[in-house]
């Protein structure tokens, strides 16, 4: 059983940081390319970042040198630090692995506010 979950979220302040954590059960981990995607409220779920197997990385514009993603094939986990965080970052956080198939997490919410 494919089992992708997610850690970390929480209220932080504006231009704090925060890291959150995705575990993977269940696959052949460093196959798959891992991304964090994010739904606002009334909001579409958008990309954020991605990293392949070969660990290069995409970031969506409102992010980049902000955020950062990483992995540990070791422990099956993908990470999202996220600094100089923005009252607009506000959003559900969702893992996504992909290779033959597509699996997704359950999300943590992540609240930017004063």
């Known amino acids: 059983q494919v089992q992708l979950v997610e850690s970390g979220g929480g209220l932080v302040q504006p231009v704090g940081s925060l890291i959150l954590s995705c575990q993977a059960s269940?696959?052949?981990?460093?196959?798959?390319?891992m991304s964090w995607y994010r739904q606002a409220p009334g909001k579409q779920r958008g990309l954020v970042a991605s990293?392949?197997?070969?660990?290069?990385?995409n970031y969506a514009d409102s992010v980049k040198g902000r955020f950062t993603i990483s992995r540990d094939n070791a422990k099956n986990t993908v990470y999202l630090q996220m600094s100089s965080l923005k009252p607009e970052d506000t959003a559900v956080y969702s893992c996504n692995a992909r290779w033959t198939k597509d699996f997704w997490g359950q999300g943590t919410q992540v609240n930017v506010s004063s």
């Open positions: 990293i392949t197997s070969g660990a290069s990385t």
């Open positions: 269940g696959i052949s981990f460093h196959l798959y390319i």
